[in-house]
């Protein structure tokens, strides 16, 4: 069995998913792309650091809207799911 932890490299495909507890929390929001499918383009910036509670790296990821169009933001690592089939793809409930 595999123990190693996924790191994110440039090419993968991820679901750009926050975390984020709306239980109770009026006015929280999701960061920009929250759901959104699409590539690490590159690492840029952070630190080396994998913890969950450190500031980590932050990554370049490539999305495209419905008409495909192309827009990158920037995530923290640990908002970044890896895509390896269809079934990995979470779907976007929205609570408002």
């Not at 419905?66 to 970044?80: A, D, M, R, S």
Request: include cysteine.
């Amino acid at each position: 069995m595999n123990e190693e932890v996924w790191r994110p490299k440039p090419g993968a495909m991820v679901q750009i998913w926050d975390y984020t507890d709306k239980t109770g929390c009026e006015f929280v929001t999701r960061i920009a792309g929250h759901g959104s499918i699409g590539y690490v383009v590159k690492r840029t910036g952070g630190t080396d650091n994998y913890h969950p509670t450190a500031a980590g790296p932050i990554f370049e990821v490539i999305v495209f809207n419905k008409l495909g169009e192309p827009t990158k933001h920037n995530v923290w690592h640990g908002w970044l799911r890896e895509i390896k089939k269809s079934s990995d793809i979470k779907k976007v409930v929205d609570t408002e």
